[in-house]
């Protein structure tokens, strides 16, 4: 009996284990047939075969593909690429390059200087300040008995030839009763004396620390420099550098432009500019960018000014470099912080100055036309709160020395 179920069950199990080797290799035999049907072959009603792994690889890496890097923007000055010295020559002629720049940047100022030594010329020395580009001094004139302002630069600095040599044609190619008026310029050693005439008033900044402008008066400064901007423009000429600390003032209330180190020379060959320079609160967005840019920069820098003048800082003045350039890229246009407390040809003038698109900021020319231009107070009434402005800082000194 035993032996019987024995053999039942082994017949089953063989019977069943012979079904699923069947159906196996049947599976088997079926997969071999599909994969070994050329690609694009039909059969029957049967699904479209997936995409390969390579397929799908391919598709990965056209969707992962990122467009060239940007070229970033290239100084003006730039100098093309060093290429290797061919064999049997020197890396001297490479090595010079600096020294012939150098040398033709002294060769351009001894054309322009005089000869001579300042220091028999002028006496009386004092101090008036330090800037970026070298020490200003007040000195006697001793052939005419008058006062002259002289910046004594230092040429050991890279482009610092080229930079005082851009300083003194622009100030002596263009002269404007709104314009510092040049008046000679000398080489003692590696120093460049430019000698000009003195603005008894300071700078308008000196004045915005002393005294608060009204709108007529900030009319009135903004009129003259931008009679200074327009002779310049008509002549191709950028400032490139206009804020407060570069107009100086006299106490009849003259008020003229100054510091021309950073001006740029226009021609029909070369009708635009991109180097980033200026200083960066006073930046025109354009400038910030390293984009092409003509004279409108300076009536950016000229707003900007108008709203030094009316809150006694420019925007930004007290951040970072950095800092500046990405509040100034993100927050476009600056604003006055109270609007309804300032008139509205005051908010028109500014708004006219400060056009993020530069081909809808005004020139120098139309706003000379502008209502808070024509309506601003005479210049010779900013006499009075110039020597206001000098008193206070004469208080402070006193006040200081006690």
Known sequence: MIGQVCAVVCTVFSVVYSGYYLTQLTRHLTRGWRQARPLGSTAGSAAPLAASVMEEEAEEEQRNIKPPAAVPPQPEHAEPPARPPAAGTSCSSAAQQPKMREEQGLKTLRSIASLGQPMSKYTAFEELGRGGFGAVYKALDTSSGQQVAIKIMSLEEDMSEELAANEILAMRDNRNPNIVTYLDSYLVDAELWLAMEFMDGGTLFDVLRAV???????????????????????????????????VLVGMDGSV?????????????????????????????????????????????????????????????????????????????????????????????????????????????????????????????????????????????????CA
């Not at 009319?219 to 570069?246: M, P, T, W, Y």
């Not at 180097?275 to 609160?281: A, F, K, M, Q, Y």
């Open 212 to 246: 608060y402008l009204e709108e007529g008066q900030i009319g009135a400064v903004c009129r003259e420099c931008l009679q200074g901007l327009h002779f310049l423009h008509s002549h191709q000429v950028i400032h490139r550098d206009i804020k407060s600390n570069n």
């Open 256 to 400: 003229k432009l100054g510091d021309f180190g950073l001006c740029a020379q226009l021609s029909p060959e070369r009708s635009k500019r991109s180097s980033s320079v200026g200083t960066p609160s006073w930046m025109a967005r354009e400038v910030v960018r390293g984009e092409a840019y003509g004279p409108k920069v300076d009536i950016w820098s000229l707003g900007i000014m108008g709203l030094e003048m009316v809150e006694g800082e420019a925007p930004y003045q007290r951040e970072a470099r950095l800092r500046v350039f990405e509040l100034i890229e993100r927050n476009g246009p600056p604003k006055l912080q109270h609007p309804r407390h300032h008139s509205a040809l005051l908010r028109d003038f500014l708004r006219c100055c400060l056009q993020a698109d530069e081909d809808r900021r005004w020139s120098a020319q139309e706003l000379l036309q502008h209502p808070f231009v024509t309506s601003g107070n005479p210049a010779s009434s900013l006499a009075a709160l110039i020597i206001s402005a000098k008193q206070v800082q004469e208080d402070w000194r006193g006040d200081t």
